[in-house]
């Protein structure tokens, strides 16, 4: 509570938006969507490289857990599909079902650099995309 009041932070998201968000991703979803996440009480981001599409999932089951500690997580609702060694990667993109899961459960987001920012704790809401 330190930090949050420190750094005029508002809450966005509490513990029952996240389970609907996360019971949501798990079960409605082609695949769980990698992200980054950044919590309250540390710099470092996880992972620390989130610049480009990745070739993994993510971790919705335990990875975003506790909810009241995260600042915010970075959605990137694609992957690259492995398809051998002499042939590229195929993008799998579940981006128009992802924001449909968002605004069917009334979870503000932003749009930033193709990835979508959920957060926890923000400042400024006027950024947010309902």
Known sequence: M???TERNL???MNDTKWRELQDAVINNLLFPP??????????????????????????????IVPFYSVEWI????????????LVSPEVVDITDDFVKLLMELSI???????????????????????
Request: glycine letters at 6%; charged letters at 30%; a positive charge.
């Open 2 to 4: 330190k930090v949050i």
């Open 108 to 130: 503000p987001y932003r749009l930033r650099s193709d990835t979508y920012y959920i957060y926890g704790y923000l400042k400024d809401t006027s950024i947010l995309t309902l």
């Open 10 to 12: 508002v809450s966005i």
């Open 34 to 63: 990698p992200y980054q996440i950044k919590y309250l009480l540390e710099n470092q981001l996880h992972p620390e490289e989130f610049e480009a599409d990745v070739s993994y999932w993510g971790d919705w089951k335990e990875g």
């Open 74 to 85: 970075r959605v990137r609702p694609r992957y690259l599909k492995y398809r051998g060694r």
